[in-house]
């Protein structure tokens, strides 16, 4: 009888340890954990979230000159011939208006409809908003 019950631990034991790597290789590869550790990921990730430190602003005048780069930018993609014109254009707008909410936020200008930076790129109207309220503010690029 001793044999039949250091068999079924011991099968027993494998089975979790195999269980339990697929899991961790699941884990590793796809970002998402089974369910054995979705509770020390998120251990892990609010750990993480403490240590990391406070985000610094970035300087106003750093923002201006971000946004003059990225204007002139535009301004030379839309007067090329490279292919893919229109997603090097779209990328641009998108980064300038990313920038453009940054700059507003970290000079406190409030920007009428201005929603998630995630949400870029802004409509026209948005955008025209946000820089005429920079430079109602006395904010130059």
């Known amino acids: ?20 790597a697929v899991s961790a290789l ?3 590869v796809t970002g998402r ?16 979230e403490r240590r990391r430190p406070p985000r610094e602003p970035i300087p106003p005048v750093l923002l201006g000159l971000e946004l003059r780069r990225l204007g002139a930018e535009m301004l030379r993609i839309d007067d090329s011939d490279l292919p893919a014109k229109a997603m090097r254009l779209r990328a641009t707008t998108a980064a300038y208006d ?6 507003c936020r970290s000079l406190e200008v409030p920007v009428p409809d201005a929603s998630d930076p995630l949400s870029t790129p802004l409509t026209s109207d948005q955008r025209f908003t946000a820089e005429s309220s920079l430079l109602a503010a006395g904010f130059t690029w």
Request: hydrophobic share 50%; glycine share 2%.
């Open 1 to 20: 009888m001793m044999p039949l019950a250091e068999y079924l631990v011991g099968s027993t034991v494998a089975v979790t340890v195999f269980y339990t």
């Open 26 to 28: 699941f884990w590793a």
């Open 33 to 48: 954990p089974k369910r054995p550790f979705v509770r020390l990921a998120q251990r892990i990730e609010a750990e993480r």
């Open 98 to 103: 990313y920038v453009l909410l940054e700059c």
